[in-house]
């Protein structure tokens, strides 16, 4: 994602506007992580950090159809779909056997799913990253009454509304979405009424693998670049905006995803230039420190608690 | 808080003690003695590893010998991580970061002037041109470490029942990251991605007693840390914060102390690990090493100090097999497909899946070398079990037989209270005999406690209005309760009873109104030091430690309200007497049946000697024979104490039995207040119960 405007001068309108489109279409990319971590979140108490994997292994499979020149209208759907299966394949390997075990064994089990994944690339494809062609239209601006938008923010920013509202319906409409949300209310007594656990898991895990496969198209769109280790930090950014925005709840998910966003735009234009390669590191303190003042994210409410 | 009463309370326990002149001696004795098993465990674990490790270094070669000082330094870190993720349960992967911040600060401060002009010559804050000894570095660096542990630990203690240790975790994950971030790009003083900062040829640490030293550095400090005081509590917090909390238990400090001693060996074991290999880089201390170090920790069992290094030796075995077999010297013939560069990765993620799946705690779950009974023995260390020190023994003997007093003294006269409790007490304290119906015995420190006595002895709660989003929970609820007497609320689902309770005892703020303790206001008062003000209650729904024992369920509760070790010890055993546990002691809470760990509550809340003992239902789910044990056993403790007690419950049979004056809640409102009889015929009671 380039940044067109320059560091100088007096901040014009147009300037704002820009970065906050920019932030917006980074931030939606978070966000669609985000609200699949808060998913699972939700329905299992566990905070997947091998929602990465979706993302790595998404990577793999463009790779893979891009060197057999296939071109981007095949690679989008695989993409996506690469992104789903993986997502369910992994509760079915892992998470369905930890289920029950406290948050200590679910996190480290996420985690080891993390390394067997990566792994499991380093030692059958290479340990350094592959590229692939990026679309040509993905460095495209157009203007918009004198403000030079680019493509692919716009087309973020599109996907994401759509695929918020998209989940909104599922959870809101559907059976699914109405046993997800019981379930994530009160797991077992969401069973006891009949609602098929396995389902709605599942269901869960296929509606994030969705949502992070969309974020993957934009993400390998914008680098073009199979690595081992390629969804490590988006899973953290997803988590993190989760976090900020209190863990298990989806607008919270959201909010957090675009704040998360904002805040790096406006690092990468106004950090200074001697530690400019370090946005990551900066936004990783920024939320450790916010958490030092809110230990429960931005936008939870006091939580009420039975005893 | 009342002063006068709280000096008589000490003064009481003083002389509580007096029966056994040498207390102190004792107590003393106590330490040392427990000091003496832990001293002896981490003895014995230090003197296993180290024979083996000589054994398989004198089978030769350099690399045997560069591989277990490895696993030694592995086995610092380990450790260190034990002591926070296994005392406060708190997951980490922050870990390795405090280690790279350790590790570039030692390497930035010991390599010499000349050789580092050459790597990072224009290091800022002086760091180009200073050099010192490797000893004085390593200090340095693990004091910056500890400094900036302090300010993440802010973050990470703090987020307690809101954000769950779930947040805590993602914290420890960005400081991670963040420290990986720093290192690659803060070039000037890191050297960046490739290079990083190494040592002049030579000048890497030489010999290999560092690595020992700091491993039995290590387990001293574990060890030590894992039977005292604050790790006693920080486990606590790790079962059940809210129900530590209402026991007067702070968990920020303990688990800050935790975490401070934690990155404090992990430091050392990071400075202690960049000599060694005699370079430091970015990759050296990020997800890779944390991976490793974890999945030590949990194969091994992360509540277990000889876990962590039990799963140092096997995990470094592993890799160390897996190394050799995936290498490019090895002839892997048909199983080339699995062994190849790669492999080690693999099974340290499959070991960790294997075990979160099939053996979460570990190998040893929560064993330790240190309380093996021989070397229990070997330091004449007395065992968790009651009878097992003559001190506590005595107690003991003294304490059973008031109960038996106290209980026969109960079921004779059930509207009464009981006639003398304690036989060790009313030797010491001259008391007020139970004459007429408004005197109730009175408890070790409270001299002459009156029913309708003055503000000094009541817990009360004025005009309390409570709303939760819109819904009004309590309106203008007032009730008073007095020392010595034992009040009951009751009230139709709904009617607020417990959200009284949660206000009383700070779970819940008051929006207006006030509550008030010996005539003092307690609104500004957080849950633990309610607690520690004299109030203790128990839940609707059970909040016991699991994982720990019996005993130590109780003699927490009495800790954290400030007694020594050896008091609160001696009050656990008279507590497990009173509900008759005293067979279960060493049993785990988690293993008790339904009405054990609900009595086990009850003496928990006692345990800390409370003025006021606030019970939530402790009669729900039990039979008829069961609740009248109970009446029993609260009125005997409540003798005991000589405390005030508020027993919400449904069981309007129980509350008839126990209560001197109840309370009925409805809507919000107290609307009803009185004896039990006159409560139970007031019309407006009857309608709330029954409708109209």
Sequence with gaps: ????????????????????????????????????????????????????????????????????????????????????ITSVAIEFIAFRWVRSSSDFAMLLTSFGVHFVVQAAFVMYVSASARHFSRPEWITTTVSISGIRFEVVDLSIIAATVVSLGFTVWVLQRTVYGMSIRAAA??????????????????????????????????????????????????????????????????????????????????????????????????????????????????????????? | MNTATTGDRRESDELRRQPSQSANLNKARLNVERLGSDLLGAALLFGIVSLGGLIYVSGGGAARETLFTTLLINAIVVVGMQVFIGNTGILSFGHVGFGAVAGYAFAVLAVDVEWKSRLIGDAPFGAANASIPAFGAMAAAIALTLVVAVIVGLGITRSGVAGGDIAATVITLAVLFAAYEIAVNWTEITGGNRGGISFRPGTAMQGRSYAYIGFGLALLIAATYRSSRSGRLARAVREDELAARSSGVYPVPHRMSALMLSVGLVALGACLRVWLVGTVSPERFFIDYTLLTLTMLVVGGRSSVTGAVVGTVTVTALTEITRVASGPDFNAGPFDAV??????????????????????????????????????????????????????????????????????????????PIAGSGSETSNALPRDAPEVETVWPTGPGVVGSQRSGAVENRLEAHDVNVEFEGLIVLSDARISVSMGSICGLIGPNGAGKTTLLNVLTGVVPVQSGCTRLCGRPIDALAMHLRARTGIARTFQNLRLFTNLTVQENVAIAAVASGVSTQMARSRADEMIELIELGELASRRAGQL????????????????????????????????????????????????????????????????AICDEVYCLDQGSVIAHGSVEQVHSHPAVISAFIGE
């Design chain 2, 593 to 656: 049946d339904y009405g054990a760990s609900k009595r086990l509550e009850l003496a928990r809340a006692a345990a800390s000697y409370p003025k006021f003992l606030l019970l939530d239902e402790p009669t729900s789910g039990f039979s008829e024979t069961e609740s009248q044990s109970i009446v029993q056993q609260i009125r005997a403790i409540a003798a005991r104490i000589g405390c005030g007690v508020l027993v919400v419950d449904h069981d309007l049979a129980f509350i008839a």
């Design chain 1, 1 to 84: 994602m380039g940044h067109a405007f320059t560091r100088s001068g007096p901040l014009a309108v147009t300037e704002i506007i820009q970065q906050f489109v920019d932030g917006l279409g980074r931030g939606g990319e978070y966000a669609l992580i985000a609200l699949g971590v808060g998913l699972i979140f939700g329905v299992m108490r566990l905070v997947n950090f091998a929602h990465g994997e979706l993302i790595t292994v998404s990577a793999y499979a463009a790779y893979g159809l891009a060197i057999s020149q296939m071109s981007w209208w095949v690679l989008a759907p695989a993409i996506i779909l690469t992104a789903i």
């Design chain 2, 339 to 416: 062994l190849r560069p790669g492999l080690t990765d693999i099974c340290l993620g499959l070991a960790m899946l294997g075990f979160m799946v099939l053996r979460p705690n570990g190998f040893l779950d929560d064993y330790e070398i240190m309380d093996m009974p021989i070397l229990r023995r070997f330091a004449h260390r007395p065992d968790c079990r009651p009878r097992a020190s003559s001190s506590s023994s005595l107690s003991i003997a003294g304490v059973s037989s008031s109960s038996s007093l106290s209980i026969a003294g109960a079921s004779s006269s059930s509207s009464l």
């Design chain 1, 185 to 307: 209310e009160d797991f077992d007594t969401a069973r006891l009424l009949g609602i098929s656990s396995e389902r709605v898991i599942r269901a869960a895990f296929a509606l994030a693998g969705l949502l992070a496969g969309i974020a993957a198209l934009f993400f390998l769109m914008r680098t073009g670049r199979a690595a081992p280790s390629a969804g490590l930090v988006p899973m953290l950014k997803g988590v993190l905006a989760a976090l900020i925005g209190g863990l298990g709840r989806l607008q919270g998910a959201v909010l957090g995803g675009l704040l998360l966003g904002m805040a790096e735009i406006l690092l990468v234009s106004y950090l200074p230039d001697s530690i400019d390669g370090m946005v990551n590191g900066v936004i990783f303190i920024l939320v450790a420190i916010l958490f030092v003042f809110r230990p429960s994210g931005i936008f939870s409410p006091r939580p009420s608690q039975r005893v």
